[in-house]
């Protein structure tokens, strides 16, 4: 079982849509990364997490760590909104922890 | 700045070239990371150099070969490579001992013929 498992894998949503992408995680984390990438692009990251809630334009991103969820939301969707969003964590091993541990990725298509 | 450059963007090398992926950042990450991420799935740690030493090297073969000449430059160093190498590279950078501002880079989409 993956440690971080993206629900949906595909989602297609209409033009002014409200999105909304799941991530769950069973390890323990210092923090949570959601990310972004057009096809054939590289990666942008939207928002990192280890607490609560954070804002930027139409994105909302929510995380509650007692039940180890976050969840990316996308208000009034718009085609250019149409990607790859890929959950990712950094865990604790023992003082620093390089590694991020990726989810499969959510494939957004906002039709016109 | 607040980016990671890496450069070339795009690459198309024989399986006999000796080539190098560059990569760079100037928001004083003392970690950088190298990724490889084929079409449709995650990518997958290769590198990880702290302090500009090699920290964690996840079984990459030897014909991928990492340096990181000062705290802001990262190179791999690629020879002999083989058609299933082809993939996107992808540079990040972050702060050693704080989860926070792990940035990546645009990636190097790599092509072997």
Same mark, same amino acid.
């Given at each position: 079982k993956n440690e971080v498992e993206q629900s949906p894998q595909n989602l297609t949503a209409q033009e002014g849509e409200f999105i909304t992408i799941n991530c769950s995680y069973s390890v323990g984390i210092s923090a949570l990364h959601w990310l972004q990438q057009h096809p054939g692009g590289g990666i942008v990251s939207l928002f990192m997490l280890s607490s609560g809630k954070k804002k930027h334009g139409r994105l909302i991103a929510t995380i509650n760590i007692q039940e180890k969820h976050s969840s990316l939301h996308i208000t009034a969707?718009?085609?250019?909104?149409?990607a790859v969003y890929i959950c990712a964590v950094k865990g604790w091993s023992g003082g620093s922890n390089y590694k991020l541990t990726f989810g499969k990725g959510t494939l957004l298509t906002v039709n016109p | 700045d607040t980016e990671v450059t890496q450069t070339p963007k795009h690459l198309v090398m024989g399986m006999t070239n000796k080539k190098s992926l560059k990569c760079e950042q100037h928001? $004083?990450?003392?970690a950088m990371y190298w990724y490889k991420q084929k079409a449709k799935k995650p990518p997958e740690l290769m590198f990880v150099y702290s302090y500009e030493k090699l920290?964690?090297? +996840?079984?990459?073969?030897?014909?991928f070969s990492p340096e990181c000449p000062n705290s802001s430059l990262l190179n791999l160093h690629l020879h002999?490579?083989?058609? +299933?190498?082809?993939a996107l590279y992808l540079c990040a950078s972050s702060p050693v001992?704080?989860?926070? $501002?792990?940035t990546f880079g645009s990636g190097t989409r790599l092509t072997v013929v």
């Amino acid at each position: 079982k993956n440690e971080v498992e993206q629900s949906p894998q595909n989602l297609t949503a209409q033009e002014g849509e409200f999105i909304t992408i799941n991530c769950s995680y069973s390890v323990g984390i210092s923090a949570l990364h959601w990310l972004q990438q057009h096809p054939g692009g590289g990666i942008v990251s939207l928002f990192m997490l280890s607490s609560g809630k954070k804002k930027h334009g139409r994105l909302i991103a929510t995380i509650n760590i007692q039940e180890k969820h976050s969840s990316l939301h996308i208000t009034a969707s718009h085609p250019r909104d149409s990607a790859v969003y890929i959950c990712a964590v950094k865990g604790w091993s023992g003082g620093s922890n390089y590694k991020l541990t990726f989810g499969k990725g959510t494939l957004l298509t906002v039709n016109p | 700045d607040t980016e990671v450059t890496q450069t070339p963007k795009h690459l198309v090398m024989g399986m006999t070239n000796k080539k190098s992926l560059k990569c760079e950042q100037h928001m $004083g990450h003392r970690a950088m990371y190298w990724y490889k991420q084929k079409a449709k799935k995650p990518p997958e740690l290769m590198f990880v150099y702290s302090y500009e030493k090699l920290s964690i090297n +996840e079984s990459v073969p030897s014909r991928f070969s990492p340096e990181c000449p000062n705290s802001s430059l990262l190179n791999l160093h690629l020879h002999a490579l083989q058609p +299933e190498d082809s993939a996107l590279y992808l540079c990040a950078s972050s702060p050693v001992w704080d989860a926070r $501002g792990y940035t990546f880079g645009s990636g190097t989409r790599l092509t072997v013929v």
